[in-house]
């Protein structure tokens, strides 16, 4: 099946700093890709939608100007988190678009720690 | 809209006893549905998917759903549970032409030896 890349698969960071994450569709082109937020035993929730060449589109009540998503070729798409905090201490999942029937594929997770 | 209920936080079952993960849907058109299984600071790995056909799906690792239109469920089922079964388990829904999925709250299997 497709494979979608997350990097780094752990990240520790000051409060202050920022943080990129990066998703790459390793063996397909991703038109769109999905960027998800999950807490700890909980569900994941849909933070953007991010569309090749264009800009991302997010959901309500996301921050936009503290989650910066650019999708800037068909198999890259980063998440950048501006002047990290500890609330946005999380695990970040990525999923991709493609293949023939434009199914969903799933990164292995970004496990961000602000300190 | 759309959206997934498991109605269950945590199944626990004895290793070679059957185990079902119960799901139901709300959508407005026709349900893509899908269920994927997590385990510890790992991403999703997909099991299986309903988008149209024979309502009895099978998918990855022995796992089978049902889809029953009537009752909107789409069950997570396999016949005899292995100890590595033990993860948490997601199903997820989005509507035809929309790749958007919505997922639901997670169920956590526990398999005893």
């Known amino acids: 099946g497709a494979v979608v890349s997350q990097h780094p698969s752990r990240v520790i960071c000051k409060s202050g700093t920022s943080v990129k994450i990066e998703c790459r569709s390793l063996d397909f082109q991703a038109t769109t890709m999905f960027w998800y937020r999950q807490f700890p035993k909980q569900s994941l929730m849909l933070m953007a939608t991010s569309n090749e060449g264009s800009k991302a589109t997010y959901e309500q009540g996301v921050e936009k100007d503290k989650f910066l998503i650019n999708h800037a070729s068909l198999t890259l798409s980063t998440l950048t988190v501006t002047s990290a905090h500890p609330e946005d201490s999380s695990f970040y999942i990525c999923?991709?678009?493609?293949?023939?029937?434009?199914?969903?594929?799933f990164g292995e997770g970004s496990r961000l720690t602000v300190l | 809209a759309q959206s997934v209920a498991q109605p269950e936080d945590q199944v626990n079952v004895a290793e070679g006893n059957p185990l079902t993960v119960k799901c139901t849907y709300s959508?407005?058109?026709?349900?893509?549905l899908f269920w994927y299984v997590q385990y510890p600071n790992r991403g999703l790995q997909f099991l299986l998917k309903?988008?149209?056909?024979?309502?009895l799906v099978k998918g990855s690792y022995g796992f089978e759903a049902e889809f029953n239109k009537s009752q909107t469920s789409f069950h997570l089922k396999k016949p005899s549970a292995l100890v590595s079964d033990s993860a948490l388990y997601f199903c997820a829904v989005r509507e035809e032409g929309d790749y958007k999925l919505s997922f639901g709250a997670g169920t956590t299997v526990t398999v005893r030896a």
């Open positions: 999923s991709a678009r493609g293949g023939g029937a434009g199914e969903l594929f």
């Open positions: 959508v407005s058109g026709n349900p893509y």
């Open positions: 309903y988008i149209t056909g024979d309502n």
